[in-house]
T-cell receptor, first 112, second 116 residues
Framework: DAKTTQPTSMDCAEGRAANLPCNHS???????VYWYRQIHSQGPQYIIH???NNETNEMASLIITEDRKSSTLILPHATLRDTAVYYC?????????????FGKGTLLTVNP | GAGVSQSPRYKVAKRGQDVALRCDPI?????LFWYQQALGQGPEFLTY????????KSGLPSDRFFAERPEGSVSTLKIQRTQQEDSAVYLC??????????????FGPGTRLTVL
């Protein structure tokens, strides 16, 4: 699976949009971009995933560049409960046996 | 609906003891994964089951680690003769496993193992 690069940490003001970048320049055509987050002392929580089109759900939006070499996770109105480590993961699709390869992620701190 | 559950949530073991960690996946999920997360690191893959079959155990760090899922539902991760380096959070994840398109993994809360 392709490796990803994320900033170690970011800060965001409560109520503002949080934009978390991820570089995955070696991504292959059949690989999806997944985002998970992990709040302190909890298991990772699935947020969103996409292949090449932008995606939106009730939690966040995922913007993938046209060349698919980078993406941005957008939390439109960050709250204090969004403080967590955010992991960007590239994973092959088309099968159920593909493990997730986590990096160190980005620690997002939402400040009041 | 009910998510993935794990028990115990916390386990303290003396070095050399055997431990057993339990995972109850989401009902109907065919695929089950175990991950290990050391302090300050992201989770790392240990092993994967499809129903009762263990199809990938490439991430198990030593032969002291053993996992099973005898009836294709509940899974147990067993660690024999625990060592201090085994101290970590052990995470279980499950997915539908239908093998079509994207297959999202959903995680349990983890078991924090501390070996003294």
């Amino acid at each position: 699976d392709a490796k990803t690069t994320q900033p170690t940490s970011m800060d965001c003001a409560e109520g503002r949009a949080a934009n978390l970048p991820c570089n995955h320049s070696t991504i292959s055509g059949n690989e999806y971009v997944y985002w998970y987050r992990q709040i302190h002392s909890q298991g990772p929580q699935y947020i969103i995933h996409g292949l090449k089109n932008n995606e939106t759900n009730e939690m966040a939006s995922l913007i993938i560049t046209e060349d698919r070499k980078s993406s941005t996770l957008i939390l439109p109105h960050a709250t204090l409960r969004d403080t967590a480590v955010y992991y960007c993961i590239v994973r092959r699709g088309g099968g159920s046996n593909y493990k997730l390869t986590f990096g160190k992620g980005t620690l997002l701190t939402v400040n009041p | 609906g009910a998510g993935v559950s794990q028990s115990p949530r916390y386990k303290v073991a003396k070095r050399g003891q055997d431990v057993a960690l339990r995972c109850d996946p989401i009902s109907g999920h065919v695929s089950l994964f175990w991950y290990q997360q050391a302090l300050g690191q992201g989770p790392e893959f240990l092993t994967y089951f499809q129903n009762e079959a263990q199809l990938d155990k490439s991430g198990l760090p030593s032969d002291r680690f053993f996992a099973e899922r005898p009836e294709g539902s509940v899974s147990t991760l067993k660690i024999q003769r625990t060592q201090q380096e085994d101290s970590a959070v052990y995470l279980c994840a499950s997915s539908l496993g239908r093998g079509q398109g994207q297959d999202t993994q959903y995680f349990g809360p983890g078991t924090r193992l501390t070996v003294l």
